[in-house]
């Protein structure tokens, strides 16, 4: 299985809501990461698990709360959010930088919109 | 952080080679060069990544500048499902940090 698997595919939330964002991989990947990405903007790093701990938080407001429950399952926990936290959220899985690795798997993403 | 810059877009002909730019004047000596690409509606695609010397795989070819400051990603033979955003990025430890990345588009 060479797949990150991210659901939903689409999400349309009210600002009083919470909501979860699930991701999968089985590639033995001992880092994973979650990316927002804003209509024709690059993705921009939201986290990075490393080994199941979180290892960064590139300043992300308190309503995003992610979760690493095993070393194949991230989540990304949504509460409060504002009509601006609309756009394509990432995960993508990884061996961490200091073992060979062939570069990142990213999902397709979840489409959402904060109405 | 180091940084990387592209050309925001660039054109080629159905079959023919694709040269893709990227700079990257204060790289340092442990980041590694990766090259990804992103179709429309699609999470990004790992295309390519080297250190220092340059690389082949089944996608591209990754061309890294002797002195390290730049590299080229060559498509050999580009065909319309190459029409995407490529984005060169310098992996640094667990960070994968995204410039604006150049719009490739084919024209038949």
């Known amino acids: 299985d060479t797949e990150v698997t991210q659901t939903p595919k689409h999400l349309v939330m009210g600002m009083t809501n919470k909501k979860s964002l699930k991701c999968e991989q089985h590639?033995?990947?001992?880092?994973m990461y979650w990316y927002k990405q804003k209509a024709k903007k690059p993705p921009e790093l939201m986290f990075v698990?490393?080994?199941?701990?979180?290892?960064i938080n590139e300043s992300v407001p308190s309503r995003f709360s992610p979760e690493c429950p095993n070393s194949s399952l991230l989540n990304l926990h949504l509460h409060a959010l504002q009509p601006e936290d609309s756009a394509l959220y990432l995960c993508?899985?990884?061996?961490?930088?200091?073992?060979?690795?062939?570069?990142?798997?990213f999902g397709s993403g979840t489409r959402l919109t904060v109405v | 952080d180091a940084k990387t810059t592209q050309p925001n877009s660039m054109e080629s002909n159905e079959e023919e080679p694709v040269h893709l730019p990227c700079n990257h004047s204060?790289?340092?000596?442990?980041?590694?060069i990766h090259w990804y690409r992103q179709l429309p509606s699609q999470g990004p695609e790992y295309v390519i990544h080297?250190?220092?010397s340059n690389v082949n795989n089944r996608m591209a070819s990754l061309a890294i500048a002797e002195d390290r400051k730049s590299s080229t990603l060559i498509l050999h033979r580009a065909t319309l499902r190459d029409a995407a955003v490529y984005y060169c990025?310098?992996?640094?430890?667990?960070?994968?940090?995204f410039g604006g990345g150049t719009r490739l588009m084919v024209k038949p």
């Open positions: 993508a899985s990884s061996q961490p930088f200091l073992t060979p690795n062939y570069g990142y798997t």
């Open positions: 590639m033995g990947h001992r880092a």
């Open positions: 698990y490393s080994y199941e701990k979180l290892s």
């Open positions: 204060t790289i340092s000596g442990t980041d590694y």
């Open positions: 080297g250190l220092t």
């Open positions: 990025i310098l992996r640094a430890g667990n960070m994968l940090t």
